[in-house]
């Protein structure tokens, strides 16, 4: 089991950079490809970026695509996602993930409780 925490959302002027942290509680994120995901209010939960085991292969969400970068420190258990020229669209919920395969529509297994960010125009 796996207890991820996600941590650095805030409110942020338009324009601006964030970098959301996700680390879990217990256990460790080596060997789980990694996910990030948002969600807006009245809106069906997003995906915004994922990241392979070792940190060497990513892709994204096309609404965050050059703008977002995922990356992962296994030494430190964390993953991270840089949000740079935020915009209002982007404000939601981001959550974290954790799945035991990487590509495009895996499963994930494991999930944090979420961190706002609000973006304002």
């Known amino acids: 089991q796996l207890h991820l925490v996600e941590s650095g959302g805030g409110l942020v002027q338009a324009g601006a950079s964030l970098r959301l942290s996700c680390a879990p509680s217990g256990g460790t994120i080596i060997g789980y490809a990694m996910g990030w995901f948002r969600q807006a209010p009245g809106k069906e939960r997003e995906f915004v970026a994922a990241?392979?085991?070792?940190?060497?292969?990513?892709f994204y969400g096309e609404s965050v695509v050059g703008r977002f970068t995922v990356s992962r420190d296994n030494a430190k258990n964390t993953v991270f996602l840089q949000m740079n020229s935020l915009k209002p669209e982007d404000t939601a919920v981001y959550y974290c993930?954790?799945?035991?395969?990487?590509?495009?529509?895996?499963?994930?297994?494991?999930w944090g409780q979420g961190t706002q960010v609000t973006v304002s125009s």
């Open positions: 993930a954790a799945a035991e395969h990487y590509g495009a529509g895996q499963k994930y297994d494991y």
């Open positions: 990241i392979n085991y070792s940190g060497d292969s990513t």
